[in-house]
């Protein structure tokens, strides 16, 4: 079948979510993220159980909360600071970009930048994804792979049309680097890359 990009206010992007606790290794030194002094920093060689990373769904098209050792986190200019009791409004809310490759980019909340592991801890101020700019998700139970909304066209998914007979108007929508079709799950009616068959 063809493959094709979709385009309406914004790119049509596969989202991987991580699915109860997990944790992120950064791609700068490939060292795992966690807290120091509540500044969210990829610098140790092992992961923490105490330091599990959290996602939680706020209704909010694609974006989600992240909460790391029981805080949830701010996307501020210095960086991800994660220290507060409750979600923190509009800068504590992030978007997951899959980058390919087992990888996901973190977009932040404040001017929508991409989120890059450095020295001085995970900063949101990239205007596209770039080595620094991906992190690996372990310990989590498999994602779920939902359809999101993306400003970048680098972030549009590629699906593969489908049709059971070539003048068909009814297709099917293979997400091409998931290698599953679109379809909405039951339980919450979200849409995403779940189905293994059309």
């Excluded at 063809?2 to 950064?26: H, Y």
């Amino acid at each position: 079948g063809d493959e094709v990009t979709l385009k309406g206010r914004a790119w049509v992007s596969v989202v991987p979510v991580p699915m109860g606790r997990f944790t992120l290794r950064g791609a700068r030194v490939h060292r795992y993220c966690g807290l120091q002094d509540s500044v969210l920093v990829c610098n140790s060689a092992a992961a923490r159980n105490s330091e599990g990373m959290f996602l939680q769904d706020v209704g909010h098209s694609g974006r989600f909360a992240l909460r790391v050792a029981g805080s949830f986190c701010r996307d501020l200019p210095s960086g991800i600071r994660c220290d507060q009791a409750k979600i923190p409004g509009d800068s504590g809310l992030f978007a997951l970009v899959h980058a390919g490759k087992g990888k996901i980019a973190i977009q932040g909340s404040r001017v929508h930048g991409i989120c890059s592991d450095q020295d001085k801890g995970i900063v949101c101020d990239a205007e596209k994804p770039a080595l620094l700019g991906t992190f690996e998700i372990s310990h989590s139970l498999a994602p779920r792979f939902i359809l999101g909304l993306s400003k970048l066209p680098s972030a549009a998914a590629i699906f593969v049309v489908r049709r059971h007979a070539r003048d068909s108007a009814e297709v099917s929508l293979l997400c091409k680097d998931v290698g599953r079709f679109v379809s909405v799950d039951a339980k919450d009616a979200t849409v995403g890359c779940f189905s293994k068959t059309e």
